[in-house]
């Protein structure tokens, strides 16, 4: 739907600042946050992100070559204990920074 009204308000120069290191931190416009924020939504901002699911795409791509290796029977067992491990501290500290919000 299209935005074709507008809102004025009134703040503070510290709340102004306040508003646009939030927007800033969050990566959005001021428009988009004080919307967001108005609407009940939770801001969470994660920077780690990106390398989180270049480590998630490695271990997948890891579970794909052990995958083809035992369709084929070159291998016939295989320790994941490892990379159980790797993706529970990627699970832990998603959570970890999934409950921070601006």
């Known amino acids: 739907m299209r935005k ?3 809102i004025e308000i009134r703040v503070t ?3 102004k600042m306040n508003i646009a290191l939030k927007s800033k931190q969050a990566n959005q416009s001021i428009s988009e946050f ?4 108005s ?3 939770k ?17 997948g ?20 204990e490892g990379t159980k491990k790797e993706l529970q501290k ?11 919000s601006v």
């Open 34 to 37: 004080l919307i967001k924020s």
């Open 13 to 15: 120069p510290e709340e």
């Open 61 to 80: 791509n890891n579970i794909n070559q052990l995958t083809r290796l035992a369709n084929s029977r070159v291998i016939t067992c295989v320790d994941l």
């Open 39 to 41: 609407n009940g939504n």
């Open 43 to 59: 801001i969470v901002v994660i920077n780690e992100l990106p390398e989180m699911v270049t480590e998630l795409r490695r271990i």
């Open 4 to 6: 074709t009204d507008r």
């Open 90 to 100: 990627l699970w832990q500290s998603l959570n970890l920074l999934t409950t921070k």
